[in-house]
């Protein structure tokens, strides 16, 4: 069984500051991907970002990026230029990408960030 | 608008009432889940659905009764619940197959249970 980590129940940033988000996992899989999913008090769980396992290439979309290290399975988030809309619970998760349960999200307890003006 | 739809957005029931949550998408997707999240804890996986057919029941206990009449609908049945029970559940889905490219969710039901 696959299970995710995430190490900082709460943090906080200054706005227009830069912040990273630690995720570790476990597994024996060699084939799946990564996700940072955010949920706002609208509670509507949304895509941040995606990695998949096999690319060695760290994944960005606009002002967030990843930090992947699979030998380390390691997974941090990188906020830069945090914006108050940014203030949320975080969470890692993890889908197996063949074989059984695979293309299941297993999540993390989350990370809650919020951005101080 | 979301793409995934859940309706009640928040629910109180008695132990011994019976209710139903609802979930709707029309974003073509074939595969639908139902999950628990509750406070400090990660979100659990309680129920998958790949065209219609159940491919997942993650241990759930059977006061908990899903039911998917079309890929386009996903239902959770409640009866007899209990108040460990209270917890936000969430609807996703996702083209099946295309799960890699990530999730769809709704925004959830507030389930009370008193």
């Known amino acids: 069984a696959q299970t995710v980590t995430q190490s900082q129940p709460e943090m906080s940033v200054q706005e227009a500051e830069t912040v990273t988000l630690s995720c570790t996992y476990d597994?024996?899989?060699?084939?799946?991907?990564l996700f940072w999913y955010k949920q706002p008090p609208s509670r509507q769980m949304i895509l941040v970002i995606r990695?998949?396992?096999?690319?060695?290439q760290n994944a960005t979309e606009n002002r967030f990026s990843v930090n992947f290290q699979k030998a380390a399975k390691s997974f941090s988030l990188k906020i830069s230029d945090s914006q108050l809309g940014d203030t949320a619970m975080y969470f890692c998760?993890?889908?197996?990408?063949?074989?059984?349960?695979?293309?299941?999200?297993?999540f993390g307890k989350g990370t809650k960030l919020s951005v101080i003006p | 608008e979301t793409g995934v739809t859940q309706t009640p957005r928040h629910l109180v029931m008695g132990m011994t009432n019976k209710k139903s949550l609802k979930c709707e998408q029309h974003?073509?997707?074939?595969?639908m889940y139902w999950y628990k999240q509750s406070a400090k804890k990660p979100l659990e996986l309680m129920f998958v659905?790949?065209?219609?057919?159940?491919?997942e029941n993650n241990s759930v206990p059977s006061r908990f009764s899903p039911e998917c009449p079309n890929s386009s609908h996903l239902f959770l049945h409640l009866h007899t619940l209990q108040p460990e029970d209270s917890a936000l559940y969430l609807c996703?889905?996702?083209?099946?197959?295309?799960?890699?490219?990530?999730?769809?969710f709704g925004s959830g039901t507030r389930l009370t249970v008193v």
């Open positions: 996703a889905s996702s083209q099946e197959g295309q799960g890699r490219f990530g999730y769809t």
């Open positions: 597994t024996s899989e060699n084939n799946y991907y």
């Open positions: 990695q998949e396992a096999y690319k060695q």
């Open positions: 998760a993890f889908m197996k990408g063949s074989g059984a349960g695979s293309y299941q999200l297993t």
């Open positions: 974003l073509g997707h074939n595969a």
């Open positions: 659905y790949n065209f219609k057919e159940q491919t």
